[in-house]
């Protein structure tokens, strides 16, 4: 059973930071391209970051140089540290898992969690 469980959404002020956390389960996690997407209420879902298996990484123009994406394949983790939050990143985040080999062909999503940059 495939699981993506992220956490570490909330509430936070313009300018502060939160850090998620996207917790995998029933995948190959190292093989895995890893990605943060947000729909925003009205808008559709975009990309945010991505990490590739071999650790390629890109991100949105509009999250560059505030947001940074790791993994961690031991413990089957991947992360999204949100610095200099501003209201316009207001959405719900997504935890993406994808896998493109011969052998392993999956995209899977999380449920989502919350991000709301209000004062």
């Known amino acids: 059973q495939v699981q993506l469980v992220e956490s570490g959404g909330g509430l936070v002020q313009p300018g502060g930071s939160l850090r998620l956390s996207c917790a995998a389960s029933?995948?190959?996690?190292?093989?895995?391209?890893m990605g943060w997407y947000r729909q925003a209420t009205g808008k559709q879902r975009e990309l945010v970051a991505q990490?590739?298996?071999?650790?390629?990484?890109n991100y949105a123009d509009s999250v560059k140089g505030r947001f940074t994406i790791s993994r961690d394949n031991a413990k089957n983790t991947v992360y999204l540290q949100m610095n200099s939050l501003k209201p316009e990143d207001t959405a719900v985040y997504y935890c993406?898992?994808?896998?493109?080999?011969?052998?392993?062909?999956?995209?899977?999503w999380g449920q989502g969690t919350q991000v709301t940059v209000s004062s």
């Open positions: 993406r898992a994808q896998s493109r080999t011969v052998l392993f062909n999956y995209d899977y």
């Open positions: 029933g995948i190959i996690f190292s093989i895995s391209t």
């Open positions: 990490i590739t298996s071999s650790g390629s990484i």
